[in-house]
């Protein structure tokens, strides 16, 4: 088992930044965030692995910046110029194997 905990959500005008953390018990292979508006599915919004490979979506590249601290099991997302669109709940996963683990969410709202 892998227990996740987030922090950093909040509220922001549009343009500005947020940066979120998640502390996860042990380390893992990759760990990532995912967010979730409402009336849509989860997506994937960015991940890194332990290598320090990273992968973002396309709609967040150039203003998301996600990295690890592999001392720490922790992962952040520097968030930017962001934008109404990306309000959303925010999840962090972590992958071991073929299993998904995830936290409790923290939502990040954009006002325009």
């Known amino acids: 088992q892998v227990q996740l905990v987030e922090s950093g959500g909040g509220l922001v005008q549009a343009g500005g930044s947020l940066r979120l953390s998640c502390v996860a018990s042990?380390?893992?292979?990759?760990m990532g965030w995912y967010r979730q508006a409402p009336g849509k599915q989860r997506e994937l919004v960015a991940i890194?692995?332990?290598?320090?490979?990273?992968n973002y979506a396309d709609s967040v590249k150039g203003r998301f910046t996600i990295s690890r601290d592999n001392a720490k099991n922790t992962v952040y997302l520097q968030m930017n110029s962001l934008k109404p669109e990306d309000t959303a709940v925010y999840y962090c996963?972590?992958?071991?194997?073929?299993?998904?683990?995830w936290g409790q969410g923290t939502q990040v709202n954009v006002s325009s």
């Open positions: 996963n972590s992958k071991q194997g073929l299993v998904d683990y």
């Open positions: 042990r380390s893992t292979y990759a």
């Open positions: 890194v692995y332990r290598t320090g490979t990273t």
